[in-house]
């Protein structure tokens, strides 16, 4: 029997920062390891983000970012640890302690769902690596990318729904030109 390889998917990126100046920083690194961005959602404040808030500060944005290259389902563990790098680099010292001041979580987008890599481990999260894990977070069901019961509430805005839905129009392209050779 011959197996297939998995279609690639489009490279994604929630980037939580805790200002101007990080999130310009952050861009930087990751178009320096990911490549050219294609296309990014609005950024918006992360009302929901008291887990971070403690690390990193009030008033965080988050903004999804794709990447022009595609890639292969199987690099989602290397993309994580790649971000885990740089949000070390990113970090700044506190009170005489090293904390974040952006959170990276890379993920992959098809269009059949919204994959997110992370270190922290919960019951419906498969480990993909030594301490990283993934989630499907939405899937794509009757036109939309739907929420699965721990899907966090900011990937169920309206425009992170467009936002996705944009990029799975350019996935179908992109396949279709390729199926075509």
């Excluded at 498969?126 to 900011?154: F, H, N, V």
């Excluded at 992170?160 to 944009?166: E, I, K």
Aim: aromatic content about 8%; charged content about 25%; overall charge positive.
């Amino acid at each position: 029997m011959e197996l297939q390889n998995a279609p690639q998917v489009a490279l994604v990126c929630a980037l939580t920062t805790n200002g101007e100046r990080v999130y310009r920083e952050a861009i930087d690194l990751l178009c320096a390891r990911f490549g050219s961005i294609v296309d990014q959602s609005e950024p918006y404040a992360l009302d929901e983000g008291g887990y971070y808030a403690s690390e990193m500060g009030g008033e965080l944005m988050k903004q999804l970012l794709c990447f022009t290259e595609r890639v292969a389902p199987d690099t989602l563990y290397a993309h994580k640890m790649a971000s885990i790098d740089m949000e070390y680099a990113l970090a700044e010292t506190r009170d005489g302690k090293r904390c974040r001041s952006a959170n990276i979580d890379p993920g992959l987008l098809s269009i059949e769902s919204l994959v997110l890599s992370t270190t922290k481990r919960v019951g419906h999260r498969i480990s993909i690596g030594k301490g990283i894990w993934a989630e499907t977070t939405l899937l794509y069901q009757k036109r939309a990318y739907r929420p699965l019961p721990w899907t966090y509430l900011d990937y169920q805005r309206d425009d992170v729904q467009r936002f996705l839905l944009r990029r799975r129009q350019w996935l179908r392209a992109q396949q279709r030109s390729t199926a075509l050779g």
